[in-house]
């Protein structure tokens, strides 16, 4: 279900928060400037990886924006 994310707040200006659901295998992506987003085909290591970056928005733009099949549900 889209509402089985446990919501991780980062640090990043672009990202307020990110979730993983590991039965769906979608990574949802709350923006900071409003607007989330659920991105499809994703593993629990992107996820990690996301996460735990130096810099969330440069791992988001390297290894899911443009390459996940993504859409906005808020």
């Known amino acids: 279900m889209e509402n089985s994310f446990e919501m ?3 640090v ?3 990202i307020a928060a990110v979730g993983f659901n ?3 295998s979608q990574i949802k992506i709350q923006f900071a ?3 989330e987003y659920l991105y499809e ?6 996820f990690n990886e996301l996460v735990n970056a130096p810099s969330v928005g440069i791992q988001f733009g390297q290894s899911i924006k443009g390459i996940k ?3 906005r549900i808020g």
């Open 8 to 10: 991780t707040p980062v």
């Open 12 to 14: 990043s200006s672009q």
């Open 22 to 24: 590991e039965s769906t």
């Open 33 to 35: 400037k409003g607007g």
């Open 41 to 46: 085909n994703c593993t629990e290591d992107e």
């Open 69 to 71: 099949p993504y859409r």
